[in-house]
């Protein structure tokens, strides 16, 4: 993530965060090297779904808000405002917000109190709009806290600190866990846009030189395209990748590509593959992002404009479909310290980490430590079932899921973690997940996030007007919400496979194809509604355009077999069932249990 003020905002209230500084300070002044002193504070983070996750308390109410180096202030998405009764101010005459892939809406505020550990500061300012980020994250920690002073991120730990140099720290190396090891350190890149409170660093792709932000908030590391094109890499060397998303409502054409080397600090690697976006930002040319993080041990001198890093031996970009084997500098390797047997909060952290980097076992191996150490911990035992469903271990993750619950029944992420494990076996567990939906219904305020997904998971258990409702709230709430685009193709599916409220189902999948043209699935979702009017010509048009942007899409050519049927065509009927046949066996089933007659004389592929 990284929202970005067109106009500085200056009227941040920044002295009343300054003021409150005092309080912060959880330890003792530590010394460095000399006079130089460091007064830190923990802020401990665990890792949910490549997302680095701090507790903290907005006037006195607990929130899950996502640890963003890339944002440049903190943010809530107007559901968690709204759960929080917080006054909405319009933004200052000339300022914009702009996230990875456009602009978007927003509207500011300013809570009483916002405490972590035993600190606390008043008057902190927060914008409010973007998308939700899922998983029980309700906001964003930008950089008006993470840049107080200098900050430390040991993710591979599960830790952040905020570090606060006192006395003659400006020639002293920052990375005081290194010992004898080399340590990766770069400058502050020079550009006359950058805030001075963000990392923005020089790196050279391929030997050329580019500048990135260092950015938490983004899950892996991307390019961005004109970075991608000054790095001379030609287009045809780029594979599709779908699309990518930022906080508001816009989405952006992705590709992956294969760069010989990436080079930051003096670190060098060769052979990787990186994600590139097609999206253009005058700040920086790429995102270093949460995978670099996680491989790193990494510290922000905002003191002395400088990154310090030390590598953890581990992969450094994130795992890619077809990547050549990545090759790293070694002389860099320092593996991360040691977390005494007895530290089940320690365990607890690095096994989320694990798990964010893929490495299941490893995490599966933490957690159950942390268990066995304390059992009542909740949390762990919601972070061992993340891990178990993973390995595919249904049964398992059930019963750690349901302790969590059982430990905490107000666990939102726990209950619907349980609802869709039920819901995946709906005639054996049906039942058990109606009932934790009802009482995440109950719980959850009408705007929550989570609303969406429950009305997915109504729908996949066919309770058609619960999941309607559950889609209507959501909806209400997130107007300009990445997932519009998406809930309304839900709805509209929902309704076209039950044939009901056809019109609005119209309507549903006509907005969400305005919203997201590119989206060839939506355009077969429509096809699919031209066919229960009995609209023939209207269906195949729209499958048409659904297989010219996606001709994977095996329901496309059944719902054109089915129209194409209807019209008495019986070649191209054949030619397009076959095809839909080969890109999913079982297809004639799966449409079936979708509520679709099919033709009598239709035969059944064998097998």
Known sequence: MKPFLSFLLRPLRTGALLLALPALWSTAPTAWAGSCQMEPMTLPVRLVQHRPVATVTINGQSLDMLVDSGASVSMMPTSTAEQLKLTLQMMPFGTYMYGHTGAFEASR??????????????????????????????????????????????????????????????AVSMAYWAGDAPVIMTRFASTSHRRSDAAVVQVQVNGKPLTALMDTGAPTTKLSLPAARKAGVPENAMTPFGRAGGLGEDKVRSWLTDVDSFQIGGETLTHQRLAVDDVENNHYDLLLGLDYFLAHHVYVSRLQGKVYATWNGTEVFARRPGAVRNEFDTRFALAPGAIAPDDAEGLARRGMASQTKGKLQEALDDLNQAVALKPDEAPYRLARARVQRGLGHRTEALADVSEALRLDPALHTARLLRAELAAAKPQQDGEAALADLRELDAQLPPSAGERADMGDLYAQLDRRDDALRQYQLWLRSHVNDGRQAQVLNQRCWLRARTGTELGDALQDCQLAIKKDGDAALYRATLGWVYLRQGDTHKAIGAFDQAIDKDARLSWAYFGRALSEWQQQDSASADRDLATARQLRPGIDEAVQRAGFELPQTWKRPAG
Do not use: M
């Not at 972590?116 to 998983?135: M, R």
């Open 109 to 170: 505020t300013w809570v009483k109190t916002l405490g972590f550990g035993s600190a606390e500061l008043k008057n902190v300012l927060f914008i409010v709009g973007g998308n939700e980020l899922g998983n029980g994250i309700q906001g964003i920690l930008g950089r008006n806290i993470l840049a107080l002073g200098d900050t430390e991120y040991d993710l591979a730990h599960g830790i952040v600190r905020l570090v606060f140099p006192k006395g003659d720290c400006d």
